[in-house]
């Protein structure tokens, strides 16, 4: 901006300044994100999912009933490879910033089992997801999400 006020040259600074950490925990970050939905959730491995999420992780999209913790999100990986075959989730962005990861993402795979109240139904689907993550200790410790649920729903029952 104007050259006697500065302001737009501090705008700058504030959004181009990390919140807290480094580039190489934003890269830790990220991997530990992008490995939790390529590798760990496919292969349904519940050893690899305790070294990258906290005992104490809050999954704020949880189902109703999901129990905290470690254990909730355990339930909810077994629950979808249960309910599905041939899942995988396509990342088409990851960004970190400080302490936290945003992944964008494709979910699919085959309704191949029970998925809660929907009996299988043998459909492929495919859902956009976006995932924020909060990290402590290189582990997931929060978690938001924001899915294309609707799209899903039609998919499995059309």
Same mark, same amino acid.
């Given at each position: &901006?104007?050259? @006697?006020?500065?302001?737009?040259?501090?705008?700058?600074?504030?959004?181009? @300044?990390?919140?807290?950490?480094?580039? &190489?925990?934003?890269?830790? +970050?990220? %991997?530990? %994100?992008?490995? *939790? #939905?390529?590798? =760990?959730?496919?292969? +349904?491995?519940?050893?690899?999912?305790?070294?990258? =999420?906290?005992?104490?992780?809050? +999954?704020?999209?949880?189902?109703?009933? !999901?129990?905290?913790?470690?254990?909730? =999100? @355990? &339930?909810?990986?077994?629950?979808?490879?249960?309910?599905?075959?041939?899942?995988?989730?396509? =990342?088409?962005? *990851?960004? %970190?910033?400080?302490?936290?990861?945003? *992944?964008?993402?494709?979910?699919?795979?085959?309704?191949?089992?029970?998925?809660?109240?929907?009996?299988?139904?043998?459909?492929?689907?495919?859902? +956009?997801?976006?995932?924020? #993550?909060?990290?402590?200790?290189?582990?997931?410790?929060?978690?938001?999400?924001?899915?294309?649920?609707?799209? #899903?729903?039609?998919? #499995? !029952?059309?």
């Amino acid at each position: &901006m104007s050259a @006697t006020t500065g302001r737009a040259d501090e705008v700058r600074t504030m959004v181009d @300044t990390p919140l807290e950490g480094n580039d &190489m925990a934003g890269s830790d +970050n990220k %991997a530990a %994100a992008r490995k *939790v #939905l390529e590798e =760990i959730f496919p292969a +349904n491995d519940e050893a690899a999912l305790r070294e990258v =999420i906290s005992d104490e992780f809050v +999954n704020h999209e949880a189902p109703p009933g !999901t129990p905290p913790g470690l254990g909730g =999100i @355990t &339930m909810f990986m077994h629950l979808l490879n249960e309910a599905f075959s041939q899942q995988r989730w396509e =990342i088409h962005d *990851v960004v %970190a910033e400080g302490d936290t990861v945003v *992944v964008r993402c494709t979910h699919s795979g085959v309704h191949t089992g029970q998925f809660f109240d929907l009996p299988a139904s043998g459909r492929r689907f495919s859902y +956009n997801q976006m995932h924020m #993550l909060r990290m402590r200790d290189s582990k997931a410790a929060k978690h938001w999400a924001v899915r294309d649920d609707a799209s #899903l729903m039609r998919q #499995l !029952t059309a």
